[in-house]
Every structure is written in structure tokens, then in C-alpha cells.
């Protein structure tokens, strides 16, 4: 055998190694391509109806949040119409029933000092009812209540 021989066996056989592991790799990869094949398979199996369930959830919950806006316009209105109500009957009722409860009340302490005894007071006569308060007589003298 000459250097030319041993040269080309050698070649050859470590050729023969390397199309071994080559052949070793592609068959694995073959294999893992089919399990790959096969898992998108199942997954698209199982995701068309998840997504179909979920595209159905987002229907109900869109349906649901109509309802709600549906519900908080209605409530919007409701107060709106209770807040003029409220102004309404504030208006009409609140002023005359103001100066009812202050007349009433003017009456009651004439009535009570009419039947005590007493004559009206001179600084209580020169104050003045403003629209739910009391404004006091000028400060410039003592009170002093007569005793009967």
C-alpha cells in the first residue's frame, strides 16, 4: 500500500464517520420536526374553540357594557330631573314657608308676653328679620328687662 492508499482510506472512513453523524442529526431532526408537526396540530385543535369562547365573552361583555352605559345615562337623568325637582320645590315652597315659620314665631312670643305681662321691648321692636337670622339693635346701651 502506497501513501496515496492509506491517504484515501483514511479520507473515506472519516468521510463515512461524518455522513454517519450527519445522517445521526437529520434523523433526529426529522423527529423533532414530526412532534413539532404534531403539536401545532393539537394546539390549533384546542385554540379554534378557546378563541371562538373567547370571541364570544367579549360579545357578552360589549353587550354588558351597553347595558351599563344604558344604565348610568338613565341615572344621569334621574338626578338631573331630582335636582330640579329639589330647585323647584325649594323655590316655591322655601321662601313662604320661611316667612310662615317666622310669622308663627313672631306670634307665639307676642302671645307669650301678652299673657306674662310684659309690654314689648323698645330694642326688641327696632330689630330686623333678615331671611333666617336676626340682625341685633345698635350695642351702644345695655338691656335691661323689666321685671313685672
Do not use: H
Not at 8 to 37: D, M, N
Not at 95 to 115: C, D, E, H, I, N
Amino acid at each position: 500500500m502506497t501513501g496515496g492508499e492509506v491517504a484515501g482510506i483514511l479520507v473515506a472512513v472519516f468521510w463515512a464517520i461524518l455522513v454517519s453523524f450527519l445522517a445521526v442529526a437529520l434523523v433526529r431532526l426529522a423527529q423533532t420536526l414530526r412532534a413539532t408537526t404534531k403539536l401545532v396540530a393539537e394546539v390549533t385543535d384546542q385554540a379554534v374553540p378557546l378563541l371562538a369562547d373567547a370571541s364570544q365573552a367579549v360579545r357578552s361583555a360589549q353587550t354588558q357594557i351597553d347595558r351599563v352605559d344604558a344604565i348610568a345615562t338613565d341615572v344621569q337623568e334621574v338626578t338631573s330631573n331630582a335636582s330640579a325637582l329639589s330647585s323647584t320645590v325649594a323655590s316655591t315652597f322655601g321662601g313662604p314657608l320661611v316667612k310662615v315659620a317666622a310669622f308663627g314665631y313672631g306670634v307665639r312670643q307676642a302671645m307669650s308676653r301678652t299673657r306674662a305681662g310684659e309690654a314689648p321691648e323698645p330694642e326688641r321692636a327696632r330689630r330686623t328679620v333678615v331671611v333666617g337670622r336676626t340682625v341685633p339693635a345698635p350695642t351702644g346701651r345695655k338691656r335691661r328687662r323689666q321685671k313685672g
